[in-house]
């Protein structure tokens, strides 16, 4: 397995998460299987939202003591299953019997970490401090039963409209090509260009994402649903998520061993399997000529780390100190650029990364 660190909170989260929503459709036993092989192949992240309330108690009896220590649950304040079934809540008194009745279930006495659950709109956040559902979550924060506060949404606005009242410690949002190229569905929220500076944004604030929906629900699995029309294979959807800025885990929605073990084929894919350069031709007319981070330009005669270098140029552009630093850690950086092509050729994004290295050598120019 491979880790990514979390900024705010110190924490080593396993790059390829689990999502528990539909893990209860095939049985108890089955479930139990796939929650066992994820432990065994190092999964430590689970998302807990979606899905019937089966998934807590199949938790419940498969994580002893010692697994607990190692995983790390992500509990959704507003995120109603008090009648068995997933519902949707911005009633404070409705979300304490709710939080109550999963942690008797995961037989846990702490969460660590507590999500304001699903903020699409403004007008819903304003109605979670309102109602009481915030302060609730806060008050668990005070008594250590939340140990850090994350948030999911759709929505860029909606997201950033709250953290300028919240320090997020994480977020959960929906990260996939579909919807990054504006192909997408009615989850797909927001342009390209505000999806871009949300990532840059979140990764600027040292807030890590988690992402849901990679798959696109599985239709980018598919030539015949994909919105390109061609297939992507499951690793070549993770690690386009995992391409962007401030993304530490991608938690897919598995409801049985073999799809867990197709999600976790990532970490054994060469480059060339995880390489999704393929769908470049149905780049939307507002991101063409950018960046993704995808290497494709790779490998550099120079042994620049391309993506890299401007992946922390575009943070640092905005503001990011630490990508500065970042940046001059790098063995080799943009000023070591020997104009070769190689790069701009293989480039399918038509990024044009030659010409961008003397763009970036000259912004960062020498550090003294």
Same mark, same amino acid.
């Given at each position: 397995?491979?880790?990514?660190?979390?900024?705010?909170?110190?924490?080593?989260?396993?790059?390829?998460?689990?999502?528990?929503?539909?893990?209860?459709?095939?049985?108890?036993?089955? !479930?139990?299987?796939?929650?066992?092989?994820?432990?065994?192949?190092?999964?430590?992240?689970?998302?807990? @939202?979606?899905?019937?309330?089966?998934?807590?108690?199949?938790?419940?009896?498969?994580?002893?003591?010692?697994?607990?220590?190692?995983?790390?649950?992500?509990?959704?304040?507003?995120?109603?299953?008090?009648?068995?079934?997933? !519902?949707?809540?911005?009633?404070?008194?409705?979300?304490?019997?709710?939080?109550?009745?999963?942690?008797? @279930?995961?037989?846990?006495?702490? +969460?660590? *970490?507590?999500? #304001?659950?699903?903020?699409?709109?403004?007008?819903?956040?304003?109605?979670?401090?309102?109602?009481?559902?915030?302060? *609730?979550?806060?008050?668990?924060?005070?008594?250590?039963?939340?140990?850090?506060?994350? =948030?999911?949404?759709?929505? &860029?606005?909606?997201?950033?409209?709250?953290?300028?009242?919240?320090?997020?410690?994480?977020?959960?949002? $929906? #990260?996939?090509?579909?919807?990054?190229?504006?192909?997408?569905?009615?989850?797909? +929220?927001? $342009? /390209?260009?505000?999806?871009?500076?949300?990532? /840059?944004? =979140?990764?600027?604030?040292?807030?890590?994402?988690?992402?849901?929906?990679?798959?696109?629900?599985?239709?980018?699995?598919?030539?015949?649903? $994909? &919105?390109? !029309?061609?297939?992507?294979?499951?690793?070549?959807?993770?690690?386009?998520?995992?391409?962007? &800025?401030?993304?530490?885990?991608?938690?897919?929605?598995?409801?049985?061993?073999?799809?867990?073990?197709?999600?976790?084929? *990532?970490?054994?894919?060469?480059?060339?399997?995880?390489?999704?350069?393929?769908?470049?031709?149905?780049?939307?007319?507002?991101?063409?000529?950018?960046?993704?981070?995808?290497?494709?330009?790779?490998?550099? &005669? /120079?042994?620049?780390?391309?993506?890299?270098?401007?992946?922390?140029?575009?943070?640092?552009?905005?503001?990011?100190?630490? @990508?500065?630093?970042? *940046?001059?850690?790098?063995?080799?950086?943009?000023?070591?650029?020997?104009?070769?092509?190689?790069?701009?050729?293989?480039?399918?994004?038509?990024?044009?990364?030659?010409?961008?290295?003397?763009?970036?050598?000259?912004?960062?120019?020498?550090?003294?």
């Amino acid at each position: 397995m491979e880790y990514r660190v979390n900024k705010r909170t110190g924490d080593r989260v396993s790059v390829i998460g689990l999502g528990t929503s539909v893990i209860a459709e095939e049985g108890e036993s089955e !479930g139990i299987k796939t929650l066992e092989l994820a432990f065994e192949s190092g999964i430590n992240y689970i998302d807990l @939202a979606g899905g019937d309330f089966r998934h807590f108690g199949m938790l419940g009896k498969t994580v002893d003591a010692a697994t607990r220590k190692r995983i790390m649950y992500e509990l959704h304040f507003g995120a109603d299953y008090t009648s068995g079934e997933y !519902g949707w809540s911005l009633n404070a008194d409705v979300v304490r019997r709710s939080v109550e009745k999963q942690l008797e @279930a995961l037989k846990t006495d702490y +969460i660590d *970490y507590g999500f #304001i659950h699903c903020m699409d709109e403004v007008s819903d956040w304003e109605r979670y401090k309102k109602n009481g559902v915030f302060d *609730y979550l806060l008050k668990l924060k005070s008594e250590g039963v939340v140990r850090h506060i994350g =948030m999911s949404s759709h929505t &860029p606005a909606t997201i950033q409209a709250v953290v300028k009242e919240v320090e997020l410690d994480m977020l959960l949002f $929906s #990260i996939n090509a579909a919807y990054d190229f504006e192909r997408g569905d009615d989850y797909g +929220i927001g $342009s /390209a260009a505000e999806r871009r500076m949300l990532y /840059a944004d =979140m990764e600027k604030k040292g807030t890590g994402i988690v992402v849901m929906k990679p798959f696109s629900g599985g239709q980018l699995l598919s030539a015949k649903t $994909s &919105p390109f !029309g061609v297939a992507m294979t499951e690793a070549q959807c993770i690690k386009f998520a995992l391409d962007k &800025p401030g993304v530490l885990s991608v938690v897919p929605g598995v409801k049985n061993r073999t799809e867990l073990k197709r999600a976790l084929s *990532y970490l054994t894919a060469t480059e060339e399997e995880r390489d999704y350069s393929h769908i470049a031709s149905f780049t939307p007319r507002e991101t063409a000529g950018k960046c993704v981070y995808c290497n494709h330009c790779m490998p550099c &005669p /120079a042994g620049i780390d391309i993506g890299s270098v401007t992946k922390f140029y575009d943070l640092a552009a905005i503001g990011d100190d630490m @990508a500065r630093e970042h *940046y001059f850690a790098l063995s080799k950086r943009a000023d070591a650029c020997i104009r070769c092509g190689h790069c701009t050729a293989r480039c399918p994004f038509k990024a044009e990364p030659e010409k961008k290295m003397g763009e970036i050598a000259a912004y960062f120019g020498s550090r003294s």
